[in-house]
Nanobody, 119 residues
Framework: QVQLGVSGGGLVLAGGLLRLSCAAS????????MGWFRQAPGKEREFVAA????????NVADSVKGRFTIFRDHAKNTVYLQMSSLKPEDTAVYYC????????????WGQGTQVTVSS
């Protein structure tokens, strides 16, 4: 079974930084995509960033470009979301998700972790 363990959320002051991690297990495909999404109170879930497991391709949403970086560690089977210059509007529940291929839907989701940025 595919399982995604998410951690790293918490409370941080505006301008601070935080790193989220997503450890994946049970994935049979070698060409899957790992992505980060977030959902703020009263808003729809939005895409944040994604990376192919090979690391050959990466995409970051315009809303966080220049502040957030996504990267992976093959040895730890983990993908990270490095967040800097955090703003109150970044406050949301952040989710890790996996697509089994570059043209597949995100079929597997982690539990989500709360990120709260205070001014």
């Amino acid at each position: 079974q595919v399982q995604l363990g998410v951690s790293g959320g918490g409370l941080v002051l505006a301008g601070g930084l935080l790193r989220l991690s997503c450890a994946a297990s049970g994935l049979a495909s070698s060409n899957y995509v790992m992505g980060w999404f977030r959902q703020a109170p009263g808003k729809e879930r939005e895409f944040v960033a994604a990376i192919t497991w090979s690391g050959s391709r990466m995409n970051v949403a315009d809303s966080v470009k220049g502040r957030f970086t996504i990267f992976r560690d093959h040895a730890k089977n983990t993908v990270y979301l490095q967040m800097s210059s955090l703003k109150p509007e970044d406050t949301a529940v952040y989710y890790c998700a996996v697509a089994t291929g570059p043209y597949s839907a995100y079929d597997y989701w982690g539990q989500g972790t709360q990120v709260t940025v205070s001014s």
